[in-house]
């Protein structure tokens, strides 16, 4: 038998393991679920409701954005600019984009929102999709591969500082 005074620190060891053990699963795990889309509409010119959780597929042709409110698509041919930020640039707030959701987004500290702007035969639609930076990393080569051009402004929060 162990003697209560070796014992005790052992329990309370083993205890404290266990208490970190699972504290441990709980910590930098995404608030969605695994399945859940990782793309959110965050603003632009399209009919989809701030929020609004979805998928980017990416063609050869151009992007596709699908929730459940709504979808877009957008021909590459018409892109003219498309960054990954942690907000929305000034060269794009410039723009005379007729927003019917104006990007008020916060300036966070990681980059969090893929922003696409086109013209098309004219008329210029934006849209800002808030999406983890792990989340985006595929699709960086998958855009440059189908489109010849790729994701402008690609940095790190702390080169904005």
């Not at 083993?14 to 859940?36: E, Y």
């Not at 794009?92 to 098309?120: D, G, R």
Request: glycine fraction near 8%.
């Amino acid at each position: 038998m162990i003697p209560y005074r070796i014992r005790k620190p052992l329990v309370v060891s083993a205890i404290l393991l266990v208490a970190v053990l699972l504290a441990g699963t709980s910590f930098g795990k995404h608030k969605t679920t695994p399945d859940a889309p990782p793309f959110q509409y965050a603003a632009g010119t399209e009919n989809i409701e701030k929020g609004c959780e979805g998928k980017l597929e990416v063609h050869k042709e151009g992007i596709t954005y699908i929730c459940p409110g709504g979808t877009f698509s957008m021909a590459f041919s018409g892109i003219t600019v498309m960054q990954f930020r942690p907000d929305v640039s000034d060269k794009v707030m410039a723009m005379k984009i007729p927003w019917k959701i104006a990007p008020m987004l916060p300036k966070i500290k990681e980059n969090k929102y893929f922003t696409i702007v086109s013209n098309e035969r004219g008329k210029l639609r934006a849209v800002v999709l808030r999406v983890s930076e792990n989340d985006m990393r595929p699709y960086f080569a998958e855009i440059e591969l189908q489109s010849g051009k790729g994701v402008q402004e690609y940095r790190n929060f702390d080169e904005f500082q």
